[in-house]
């Protein structure tokens, strides 16, 4: 343990600076960071970066308002990029202490003793906020509007207002788009053994030293998702 704390106060610095920037992005609505992405650029360096994508993509696609969707892009993957981390050391840092014991007095690497042994369970306690984030990530996705972007509910609202419209049926059908999109990935939760088997596919074309099949297997023996398999893997 003393040498692993040396480890980590080694990186104390790089450490400090990732949780200030996971910090500040938590605490700064999504709306205004879109905005900042968006402008700020173009103030510091005196140039509209995202127009100069934006005729880019016209010039060589035929693909309008590119600039606008990159900078939105950018912003959902820096915020929810921020989201999920801390998502998964909760998921890492939940996993009891004696595991990593174990798994060094066996002989296992660092990679090895997360890959087959931490990641497989950190997984299954994470996937409900993962989830969650998920469907929540769809949701806000009506927040691309503010920069011009023409989203599901910007449509949604000019076919109401247009003439010989449907009225609220529009906001009705982009309701029912977003109900369709948080179903399906809680469906996908729901019947996430697909993940895990996945991952334990994966895991068969590693190479396995003696001995990581059974620790291997009394990991998914203990997650209830043995699926009729019998010893280790």
């Known amino acids: 343990r003393q040498r692993q704390m040396c480890i980590r106060d080694r990186w104390r610095p790089l450490r ?38 934006d005729r880019y993509f016209i010039v060589e696609y035929g693909i309008q308002d590119a600039g ?27 996993i009891p202490v004696g595991q990593y014991e174990a798994a060094e007095v066996l002989g296992y690497t660092k990679s090895q003793t997360f890959v087959k042994i931490i990641l497989p369970q950190m997984v299954k306690r994470v996937m409900p906020s993962v ?42 059908a982009a309701a029912v788009f977003f109900f369709c999109s948080g179903f399906g990935v809680s469906e996908s939760y729901r019947h996430k053994r697909g993940l895990y088997l996945l991952y334990d596919g994966v895991f068969d074309f590693l190479w396995q030293p003696a001995g990581l099949e059974d620790a291997h297997g009394y990991v998914w023996r203990s997650l209830g998702r043995g699926g009729g398999r019998s010893g280790a893997p």
């Open 131 to 172: 989830t969650n984030e998920v469907i929540t990530l769809v949701k806000d996705t009506s927040l691309a509007y503010v920069i011009g972007v023409v989203e599901m509910f910007t449509r949604a609202k000019q076919i109401a207002v247009a003439p010989n419209s449907p009225g609220m049926l529009a906001f009705v």
């Open 16 to 53: 400090w600076l990732t949780r200030t920037f996971v910090w500040i992005i938590r605490g700064v609505p999504l709306m205004l960071q879109i905005f900042i992405i968006y402008y700020v650029p173009g103030l510091l360096f005196n140039k509209p970066l995202f127009s100069q994508v």
């Open 68 to 94: 606008r969707l990159v900078a939105v892009l950018i912003a959902f993957v820096i915020n929810y990029a921020c989201y999920f981390s801390e998502i998964y050391r909760g998921g890492i840092e939940s």
